[in-house]
């Protein structure tokens, strides 16, 4: 049987980190960057998200912070686009992935050990652009990183977020299909509980004084092995809000 969610039971607030989640991407980090090994779904969806950044918010030039950068797939993308890019994991081994590939590609980019949350206190209102993609379904607490996101943004900048629709054509693709079918990604790689539907992002966009502007499907063609957006958001989908400025 389908699990239900349990999206809104934290278990530890004071520091919104499952040590858990983080252990397994700190084991794939060696392989971040094989676009066919277990990140082979962020390499397939990277220019898509990129280009969807990009489209609604024109990162050249725009302080942007990438949160729960991991291997920096976002962070290159974005630099490449010229942004001027900082990622933030408490994944270590990740983010010694990211440094070295930067520094291989000639890219500058800042790469910091710390959350959302810690990140937040000592620069609200900083960033032009803040993206936490693929990171929300792997937190005790979603809204919590929402709301840092939303301090760390600028009034008037934007926030993408990205994340698995919790359907069951979501359970039946990413979980059964890619982890049991496929055995593209590890077993045990999502909890299915911890996805979250566009309704509840939406809400917790609004309880911290972000407007929703767009909500856009990423969907997967087999054939192709490309994503694309789409105007179901049954499985993937990415959401763009805005900080409201001060009246
Ligand atoms: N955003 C990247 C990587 C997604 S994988 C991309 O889409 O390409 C999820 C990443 O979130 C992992 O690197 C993991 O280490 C990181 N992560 C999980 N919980 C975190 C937390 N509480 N704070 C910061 N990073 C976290």
Known sequence: MMPKSTLHEPTDTSHNVDPSEIAKFERAASRWWDANGEFKPLHQMNPVRANFIDRLSHV?????LDVGCGGGLLSEALTHRGAEVTGIDMGKAPLEVARMHA?????????????????????ANTYDIVC???????????????NACATL??????????????????????????????????????????????????????????SVKKITGLSYNPLTQKFKEADTVAINYIIHAVKQSPH
């Open 60 to 64: 050249a030039g725009k302080k942007t």
């Open 153 to 210: 943004v600028k009034p008037g900048g934007s926030v993408f977020f990205s994340t698995l629709n919790r359907t069951p054509m979501a359970y039946l693709i990413a979980v059964l299909g890619a982890e049991y079918i496929a055995n593209l990604l590890p077993r045990g790689t999502h909890d299915y509980t911890k996805f979250i539907t566009p309704a509840e992002l939406s809400h917790a966009c609004r309880q911290t004084g972000l």
């Open 132 to 146: 936490s993609l693929e990171m929300l379904e792997h937190v005790p607490d979603p809204q919590s990183v929402i």
């Open 103 to 123: 520094e291989q590609s000639g890219l500058t980019i800042n790469y910091h050990q710390t959350t959302a949350e810690e990140h937040a206190h000592n620069n």
